[in-house]
C-alpha cells in the first residue's frame, strides 16, 4: 500500500469514514522525496528511537519504522487510529498512543516507552501547535538527541534564525540556546493533501550537551530574551524596565553597559552571550 498515492488516501479515508480537519491541522504529505528525505535526515544520528507526533493515515510512521528500532507515534484523532490499524499492519516496531502531546507528559513517555532514550523525534506537525510542541520538546528535560519537523516556512526562518540577525525572536533563541538549527529543505502546498495555503519547510535541531550559554538563572534569562523581543524596535534599556518594575532603570542601565553593549543598543541585536551576561548581572542584583 502506497501511502504517497493520494487515490490511495482517499481510498482509505471512505472506506474508514474519515473526514479531514482543518482544525487539527490534517494536511498529510502525499511527496515520496519528503517523506523518505525526512526520516532519513531524522535518524543520521543512528539512536534508535523515534517518537512521531500525529501520523495521520502513517506515511511518516511507515518510513521512520524502516531506520528506528522502535517508534512511538502520539495522535489525538481517534478517527484515524483504525486508518492506522490497518496501515501499519506490518510494521510490529510501531506503538500508537491515542493522546493529545499537548496534555501528554513527553518526559515520562520517553523514559517509559523508549527506556530513558535518547530518541529523536520526527513530525509533520499540525501547524496550529508548532511553537509550543518545539518548546515543551525542547524543555522538557528529557533524552531527546534531535527534532525532525516540517513547519511553516515562516515559522522555519525564525525557528533557525541565529541570535542578532534579521529573523531573530525570543523562540529563536531559545532554540539556539539548547540547540544547533538548520532548514533542511521547502515543501510547496501541492505536496499535501488537502493542499495547505502556505510553503512549508522541515528544519532539523541537534540538541546540544550543554546549553550554548552559561546562564545563573534561567528562568530570569529566558523572561529577559521575551521582554527584549517583545518590544524589539524599542531600546533595550526601556523593554526591560517595562518588564522588570522591580529592578530600577539605572541597575538596568549598568547590567546592559556591564555586558559591553551601549546603552541605546535593541534588544533584537544581542547574542546569546550578551544576553546570558545581563540577566546574569540582574540576578545578582546588579554590583552597584
Ligand atoms: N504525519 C502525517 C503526514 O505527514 O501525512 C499527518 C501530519 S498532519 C500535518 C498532523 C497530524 O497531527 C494529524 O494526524 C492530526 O490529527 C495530528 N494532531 C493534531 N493535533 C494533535 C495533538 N494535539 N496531539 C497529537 N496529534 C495531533
Known amino acids: 500500500m502506497k501511502l504517497t498515492d493520494i487515490n490511495e488516501i482517499k481510498r482509505l479515508a471512505a472506506r474508514h469514514g474519515f473526514k479531514f480537519s482543518k482544525t487539527l491541522g490534517q494536511n498529510f504529505l502525499t511527496d515520496e522525496y519528503v517523506v523518505e528525505s525526512t526520516a532519513e535526515a531524522s535518524a543520521e544520528n543512528g539512536v534508535e528511537y523515534a517518537l512521531e507526533v500525529g501520523p495521520g493515515f502513517g506515511v511518516l510512521t511507515k518510513e521512520l519504522s524502516k531506520y528506528y528500532k522502535k517508534v512511538v507515534a502520539v495522535e489525538i484523532d481517534r478517527a484515524v487510529l483504525p486508518?492506522?490499524?490497518?496501515?501499519?499492519?506490518?510494521?510490529?516496531?510501531?506503538?500508537?498512543?491515542?493522546?493529545?502531546?499537548?496534555?501528554?507528559?513527553?518526559?515520562?513517555?520517553?523514559?517509559?516507552?523508549?527506556?530513558?532514550?535518547?530518541?529523536?523525534?520526527?513530525?509533520?506537525?499540525?501547524?496550529?501547535?508548532?511553537?509550543?510542541?518545539?518548546?515543551?520538546?525542547?524543555?522538557?528535560?528529557?533524552?531527546?538527541?534531535?527534532?525532525?519537523?516540517?513547519?511553516?516556512?515562516?515559522?522555519?526562518?525564525?525557528?533557525?534564525?541565529?541570535?542578532g540577525s534579521k529573523d531573530c525572536g525570543a523562540i529563536s533563541a531559545a532554540v539556539a540556546y539548547r540547540a544547533r538549527a538548520k532548514k533542511l529543505f521547502d515543501v510547496p502546498p501541492e505536496c499535501f493533501i488537502p493542499a495547505p495555503?502556505?510553503?512549508?519547510?522541515?528544519?532539523?535541531?541537534?540538541?546540544?550537551?550543554?546549553?550554548?550559554?552559561?546562564?545563573?538563572?534561567?528562568?530570569?534569562?529566558?523572561?529577559?530574551?521575551?521582554?527584549?523581543?517583545?518590544?524589539?524596535?524599542?531600546?533595550?534599556?526601556?523593554?526591560?524596565?517595562?518588564?522588570?518594575?522591580?529592578?530600577?532603570?539605572?541597575?538596568?542601565?549598568?547590567a546592559v553597559e556591564q555586558s559591553g553593549l551601549s546603552a541605546d543598543v535593541r534588544g533584537e541585536k544581542l547574542s546569546l552571550e550578551s544576553f546570558a551576561k545581563i540577566s546574569d548581572l540582574l540576578s545578582k542584583g546588579v554590583n552597584i
Not at 491515542?98 to 496534555?103: F, G, H, L, R
Not at 507528559?105 to 517509559?112: K, T
Not at 525542547?138 to 522555519?156: C, D, P, R, W
Open 83 to 163: 486508518v492506522l490499524e490497518e496501515t501499519l499492519a506490518d510494521c510490529q516496531n510501531v506503538t500508537v498512543i491515542n493522546a493529545d502531546v499537548m496534555k501528554t507528559d513527553l518526559h515520562a513517555l520517553i523514559d517509559g516507552h523508549f527506556n530513558g532514550g535518547p530518541v529523536n523525534v520526527a513530525a509533520n506537525l499540525p501547524y496550529y501547535i508548532t511553537t509550543p510542541v518545539i518548546t515543551s520538546l525542547l524543555e522538557s528535560g528529557a533524552n531527546i538527541s534531535s527534532i525532525t519537523v516540517m513547519v511553516q516556512k515562516e515559522v522555519a526562518d525564525r525557528l533557525v534564525a541565529a541570535p
Open 197 to 254: 495555503k502556505v510553503t512549508s519547510s522541515v528544519i532539523k535541531l541537534e540538541m546540544r550537551d550543554v546549553p550554548a550559554a552559561a546562564v545563573e538563572d534561567e528562568k530570569l534569562f529566558f523572561a529577559v530574551i521575551k521582554a527584549a523581543f517583545a518590544q524589539r524596535r524599542k531600546q533595550l534599556i526601556n523593554s526591560l524596565a517595562n518588564a522588570f518594575p522591580h529592578f530600577s532603570k539605572e541597575q538596568i542601565r549598568q
